[in-house]
């Protein structure tokens, strides 16, 4: 089993940018280079979006047509950490972002499942606002 935390959240005025971190742990030999990592975020009353996902062996990435040209999602295998890099901002970003760990095929067909992740961080709330 996978735990994940993330951090980085908070309020920011439409056009800025935050970097949102998704720190991984396991046992004593744990490693992400095997993992698929998925950044998600949902909105009240709306489904549950895939906005980014990287595979840590290959470094393949998939953005969501939403966040494509203002998003980077990138790794530190050494330290167990994936990134979310997100700049000019719009009120529509406003989620709750939660980072997953899983294997797939391809990160098109992670961030685009409806698999309920056994591996999730608890959350980390952006609200873009003026």
């Known amino acids: 089993q996978v735990q994940l935390v993330e951090s980085g959240g908070g309020l920011v005025q439409p056009g800025g940018s935050l970097r949102l971190s998704c720190a991984a742990s396991?046992?004593?030999?744990?490693?992400?280079?095997?993992?698929?990592i998925g950044w998600f975020r949902q909105a009240p009353g709306k489904e549950r979006e895939g906005v980014s996902c990287?595979?840590?062996?290959?470094?393949?990435?998939y953005y969501a047509e939403s966040v494509k040209g203002r998003f980077t999602i990138s790794r530190d295998n050494a330290k167990n950490i994936v990134y979310l890099e997100m700049n000019s901002l719009k009120a529509e970003d406003t989620a709750i972002y939660y980072c997953?760990?899983?294997?797939?095929?391809?990160?098109?067909?992670?961030?685009?499942?409806?698999?309920?992740?056994?591996?999730r961080g608890q959350g980390t709330q952006v609200t873009v606002s003026s």
């Open positions: 396991g046992s004593s030999d744990f490693t992400l280079d095997y993992y698929f």
């Open positions: 990287i595979n840590n062996s290959d470094g393949s990435t």
């Open positions: 997953a760990a899983d294997i797939f095929t391809t990160v098109q067909h992670m961030c685009t499942s409806r698999r309920i992740f056994g591996s």
